[in-house]
T-cell receptor, first 113, second 113 residues
Framework: NAGVTQTPKFRVLKTGQSMTLLCAQD?????MYWYRQDPGMGLRLIHY???????AKGEVPDGYNVSRLKKQNFLLGLESAAPSQTSVYFC????????????FGPGTRLTVL | GENVEQHPSTLSVQEGDSAVIKCTYS??????FPWYKQELGKRPQLIID?????GEKKDQRIAVTLNKTAKHFSLHITETQPEDSAVYFC????????????FGAGTQVVVTP
C-alpha cells in the first residue's frame, strides 16, 4: 500500500496563477483533510471531507476550494494564488472521524512569488 | 473554538535525559489528545494518543499524561536518543467534530550526544 500520496512535491507559482494539489489514499478511508504548515504555527486545517461528495470548511478556508468526487481523492485548488499562500500543504486521511489516527501524506511545498 | 497552547517551543536535552512537553487546551468538550512527531522534511506521524477516560498511557520510552480538570496534557520521553530529535505536535479533538484536530504550535526537540 502506498498510503497517502500527494502531487506535486514542489511548485512555484506567480501571484494570480491557479493550481490544484492532488491527494490520494488507498486505505479506503472515509475522512480526508487538508492542512497548511507555517513556521511557528503548527498545522492548520483548511478544508475537510467526511465522505465522497462532501466537503466542509476548516479553520483557514479563504482562498482555497476543494472537491471529493472519488472516495480515494481529495483535491485542493487555489484559484488566484497569493504570496500569503506560500506554505507546506499536507493531506491526511482517517478511517473515521472519531478519535482515529490521521495518516499524513509527504507534503507539497508551494512558493508563490 | 478549541485553542491549544504548547510549551516550550524549543527543547535541548542531553542524550539519556528526559524531555517533557506540555500542552493546554481551552474546550472542556475535547476528549482525544494525540501527539505527532515530525522529522525534518518528513510528514507528521502519530506516536501516542490518549482519550479523556484515561489519565496516563505509556509506550516504551514515551508516556502521555492528561489532567482533565486543569485541561492540560504532557508528553514525556525518557532516556532520550539522537533519533528523538524532531518537532513534536500536540493536538486536541472533540467527539462530535468529525475528527478535526486543533494542533499546538510545535516543540523542536534537539538531543545532543
Amino acid at each position: 500500500n502506498a498510503g497517502v500520496t500527494q502531487t506535486p512535491k514542489f511548485r512555484v507559482l506567480k501571484t494570480g496563477q491557479s493550481m490544484t494539489l492532488l491527494c490520494a489514499q488507498d486505505m479506503n478511508h472515509e475522512y480526508m483533510y487538508w492542512y497548511r504548515q507555517d513556521p511557528g504555527m503548527g498545522l492548520r486545517l483548511i478544508h475537510y471531507s467526511v465522505g465522497e461528495g462532501t466537503t466542509a470548511k476548516g479553520e483557514v478556508p479563504d482562498g482555497y476550494n476543494v472537491s471529493r468526487l472519488k472516495k480515494q481523492n481529495f483535491l485542493l485548488g487555489l484559484e488566484s494564488a497569493a504570496p500569503s499562500q506560500t506554505s507546506v500543504y499536507f493531506c491526511a486521511s482517517s478511517s473515521s472521524g472519531y478519535n482515529n489516527e490521521q495518516f499524513f501524506g509527504p507534503g507539497t511545498r508551494l512558493t508563490v512569488l | 473554538g478549541e485553542n491549544v497552547e504548547q510549551h516550550p517551543s524549543t527543547l535541548s536535552v542531553q542524550e539519556g535525559d528526559s524531555a517533557v512537553i506540555k500542552c493546554t487546551y481551552s474546550d472542556s468538550a475535547s476528549n482525544y489528545f494525540p501527539w505527532y512527531k515530525q522529522e525534518l522534511g518528513k510528514r507528521p506521524q502519530l506516536i501516542i494518543d490518549i482519550r479523556s477516560n484515561v489519565g496516563e498511557k505509556k509506550d516504551q520510552r514515551i508516556a502521555v499524561t492528561l489532567n482533565k480538570t486543569a485541561k492540560h496534557f504532557s508528553l514525556h520521553i525518557t532516556e532520550t536518543q539522537p533519533e528523538d530529535s524532531a518537532v513534536y505536535f500536540c493536538a486536541a479533538s472533540e467527539e462530535d467534530s468529525w475528527g478535526k484536530l486543533q494542533f499546538g504550535a510545535g516543540t523542536q526537540v534537539v538531543v545532543t550526544p
